[in-house]
């Protein structure tokens, strides 16, 4: 054996135990630059103590008094997804969690009765009627309860038709507060998200024309509303509002976990982009749209409702790209909720923060209950997108 290959001989090993050593020095370091995606213990504290305030809202015959059409929806799925109240020592058995979301769910079957036997009441209550659907999409998909999906789908129809005879574009004013106040667009993408709920917690043989309608008004959308990086109000309206893109961003990446098609993710990921420029170095994202009315006097305001839709888009961002960074912009927003919008006072959260304070009484929103609920549906959520076995 030649010198040469002595001293190469002596190197392989050498050469192999480096490598191992760099190997697991990469590990070490990755580990530790890796974000966290863990719930803070104060966000978890704070979810506890929503609940044990949401549980003294009154509800009167199903329906939560102060609700503004968000609870039909949110506090039916909430209360029926987490039949027990959980802390930091385990589950608390909550008895009340069951009756409350049986409770919202009869109340919601009245609501689509009533909208079924007279439609002035539909158009004028679209927001209510469209969230009682949704509801009872979720209670029936975690009880188990198919009794009401006749009346599901037929509502759904319903509105499915609407949309269709609209040019699968609703832009009418008849009075309809959803309409007035978050605008076509995200009403569109509200009647195409029916669609894809559906067909993600109910499937069945229809579900392939539910996906293909939503796929048909979001392409509608896109025609009448993108504007080449976000989604208009509606095509007159050009303000960068946070309803529209968070809706979007929903539909968007419902229909990819449909579909598979990764365009549809993209386009989720380039409107998040397109709406920095609303996020505030307080915390949370301005979301102009409702500013004038409630009479700030500066671009300092934010609603509740607007973050807990802003959390929910993030989070499904989150659980289809696995990417940390919309998990920890979710809990930016939900730290704002935390520590801008509640009133340890009155134990809620409130409508808005504006010019640098939280609601007051004599502002023209206060409180609504269907955004408190709303908060506590969006951090189960992204709970879930956590510790999906939990």
Not at 7 to 25: E, H, K, S, T
Not at 252 to 263: D, H, M, P, S, V
Not at 317 to 338: C, G, H, I, K
Request: overall charge negative.
């Amino acid at each position: 054996m030649t010198k040469t290959e002595r001293r190469v001989l002596w190197f392989v090993p050498v050469a192999c135990g480096l490598r191992q050593v760099a190997l697991a020095m990469l590990c070490l370091w990755l580990l530790a630059c890796a974000p966290r995606t863990e719930i803070p213990s104060e966000l978890s504290d704070f979810y506890v103590t929503m609940q044990r305030s949401a549980l003294r809202f009154p509800q009167t015959d199903g329906a939560w008094d102060q609700h503004y059409g968000d609870a039909p929806y949110y506090g039916t799925a909430f209360y029926a997804k987490t039949p027990s109240l959980h802390d930091a020592a385990g589950s608390l058995h909550q008895p009340e969690h069951q009756a409350l979301a049986r409770a919202a769910a009869a109340h919601n079957a009245k609501t689509l009765a009533r909208a079924q036997a007279d439609r002035a009441f539909f158009l004028e209550h679209l927001e209510e009627v469209m969230m009682s659907v949704l509801g009872l999409i979720e209670y029936s998909a975690a009880t188990g309860d198919r009794s009401g999906l006749s009346q599901i789908d037929q509502t759904l129809d319903v509105i499915n038709g609407f949309a269709i005879a609209l040019g699968y574009y609703i832009d009418i004013d008849a009075g309809m507060f959803a309409i007035q106040t978050y605008g076509p667009t995200a009403i569109s993408a509200g009647v195409a998200l029916l669609n894809l709920q559906h067909a993600t917690y109910i499937g069945g043989e229809g579900a392939p024309d539910r996906i293909e309608l939503a796929r048909s008004i979001i392409a509608k959308i896109d025609e009448k509303a993108w504007d080449g990086a976000r989604y208009r109000v509606s095509p007159r309206d050009g303000l960068l509002e946070l309803y529209p893109n968070t809706m979007m961003m929903l539909v968007l990446c419902r229909l990819y976990e449909r579909t598979g098609e990764r365009a549809h993710l993209l386009r989720a990921e380039q409107v998040y982009e397109a709406i920095q420029p609303l996020r505030s170095p307080r915390g949370g994202y301005h979301s102009p749209y409702s500013a004038a009315a409630m009479g700030a006097k500066t671009d300092d305001y934010t609603t509740l409702s607007s973050q807990n839709y802003l959390t929910l888009a993030l989070t499904l961002l989150f659980q289809n790209t696995a990417q940390a960074r919309y998990f920890d912009e979710a809990l930016y927003v939900l730290d704002f909720v935390r520590t801008r919008l509640f009133d340890p006072a009155s134990g809620h959260l409130l409508h808005h923060f504006i010019d640098g304070r939280i609601a007051l009484p004599s502002d023209p929103e206060y409180f609504c209950t269907g955004c408190n609920l709303q908060f506590l549906y969006a951090v189960h959520l992204l709970m879930q997108a956590v510790a999906p076995s939990e």
